[in-house]
């Protein structure tokens, strides 16, 4: 057995040393699937799809769309009434805001619907979650509910929770 190669000699551990290195940058060198669970893009989802075009995504229309009618209510419950003889928080008040709203919820299914017939629906693919999130939250008034993003080969869609936040959500 030659010298060099015996336990505690000087090249064995610089050999040691090399393999290890190399072991820990392959090892790191593809990218980390994410986790399957829900991701917060944003507290809030105010703005998602506003903008001008066609977007991105398509289908989730009735949870976008419920969280719109949502807020149109409680911005028309805190209003005065707009009829004359109704007082503020009446069982007449409610009812005119219910109406109101569900005309608006009604309108937004019916755009929701035209986006996803002119084949507007895509998908949006990113190699990490940290790239995902930031563009979303950069981008959110481009992209629609229901809009597929593919993290490192693991599907997710774009939803509104019950609380008004804006998530990815595994499939």
Do not use: N
Request: charge should be neutral; aromatic fraction near 6%.
């Amino acid at each position: 057995m030659s010298p060099s190669v015996r336990h505690g000699s000087p090249g064995s551990h610089a050999g040691t040393f090399f393999v290890l290195i190399v072991m820990m940058a392959t090892a790191c060198g593809h990218t980390q699937r994410p986790e399957r669970k829900t991701y917060v893009v944003s507290e809030d989802a105010r703005d998602v799809g506003t903008a001008e075009g066609p977007g991105t995504g398509g289908s989730g229309a009735e949870a976008y769309c419920g969280e719109v009618q949502k807020q149109c209510f409680q911005k028309c419950w805190r209003r005065k009434p707009t009829v004359q003889d109704l007082e503020k928080h009446s069982e007449g008040h409610h009812r005119l805001c219910t109406s109101q709203c569900l005309g608006v919820f009604m309108k937004c299914i019916k755009e929701q619907e035209a986006l996803e017939q002119q084949g507007s629906k895509r998908e949006l693919r990113f190699p990490d979650m940290t790239a995902a999130l930031d563009w979303l939250r950069e981008h959110k008034s481009e992209v629609a509910l229901g809009t597929v993003v593919v993290v490192a080969g693991v599907a997710f869609s774009l939803a509104v929770a019950p609380a008004g936040l804006l998530v990815l959500s595994p499939i």
